[in-house]
């Protein structure tokens, strides 16, 4: 995955949009500056895919164990529950749907928003609850900069699938958007409570932590946790490197942790309507 790139308007960065099998692929809007990021841009501002493909189930099925205190490890990944919610549950999607939905997303990389917003209601309209649908039409809002009407459309993805870790990342960016921090560190947190490993969502807590909480010691933990996942990011090392400096003009210990613990949820405790099959919108 290439370097994030920080710039402010996040519509513009919808040039770079790239499909992949099943999940996201997240990046961060940044300005210019490589040590200080203004704005986090990831899977936003992409379209959500939701075919699974085998190697994915292979590379994911084999964490079993849903701990309740997981250590994220380069070494050792963490289960994605969203993803393992898929496989434990799926459901074959009308052929009709498929199409439709294969095509908005198209559409949507393409920046033809309302074609797209419209083949998304047409399969709203066949299976409503399908969570990445909302999703995607939030992406849409969001491009309009309809910033209520996005937050809706999250809720109510979050409503039909609680485990939809896209949902709620996205609902964090907004919310920082709109000035509601806390609620924007919870939107992570839980992102991070679905799958540790979920590198974009340590990347978007570390900026909103080093630039909107001040704490820094704990963006610090967060960049690390990105780097451990995506060692080949040298612009977020030069803003690591940048924090670094901040935290010892500061007068504060650097951490020392190479690892960050993450609460991951048990998927038995989640109230079962939460878990819809996998299909268009359980994703």
């Not at 052929?95 to 559409?107: E, F, M, P, S």
């Not at 780097?227 to 080949?232: A, C, Q, T, V």
């Amino acid at each position: 995955m290439k370097s994030f790139k920080r710039y402010i308007n996040s519509k513009d960065s919808a040039q770079s949009f790239m499909l992949v099998i099943y999940f996201v692929l997240m990046s961060l809007c940044l300005s210019a500056c490589s040590v200080k990021p203004d704005l986090d841009k990831n899977h936003s501002d992409m379209p959500e895919e939701t075919i699974v493909e085998q190697k994915e189930k292979d590379a994911n099925h084999s964490g079993q164990t849903l701990a309740t205190n997981v250590v994220q490890d380069h070494l050792q990944p963490a289960t994605n529950l969203y993803l393992q919610q898929q496989i434990d549950n799926p459901i074959s999607i009308a052929k009709d749907v498929q199409n439709d939905y294969q095509q908005a997303l198209t559409l949507m990389t393409e920046l033809k928003w309302q074609q797209a917003q419209n083949l998304l209601e047409q399969v709203i309209l066949k299976q409503p609850n399908l969570s990445g649908i909302y999703v995607n039409q939030a992406i849409i809002a969001k491009q309009h900069d309809k910033l209520d009407d996005t937050q809706l459309l999250l809720t109510k993805a979050i409503e039909i699938n609680s485990f939809n870790l896209y949902a709620h990342h996205l609902q964090g960016q907004v919310y920082r958007l709109q000035g509601e921090f806390e609620k924007s560190e919870q939107s992570y947190l839980a992102a991070l409570a679905i799958w540790p490993d979920f590198a974009e969502a340590h990347a978007s807590m570390a900026i909103l932590l080093e630039l909107y909480r001040g704490r820094l010691l704990e963006a610090h933990t967060h960049y690390r946790a990105y780097l451990m996942l995506k060692p080949e990011d040298e612009e977020v090392k030069r803003w690591l490197a940048g924090l670094e400096i901040k935290i010892k003009r500061a007068g504060l210990e650097l951490p020392k942790a190479e690892k960050v613990k993450v609460t991951q949820i048990n998927m038995q405790s989640m109230d079962k309507k939460s878990l819809d099959v996998r299909g268009l919108g359980n994703d």
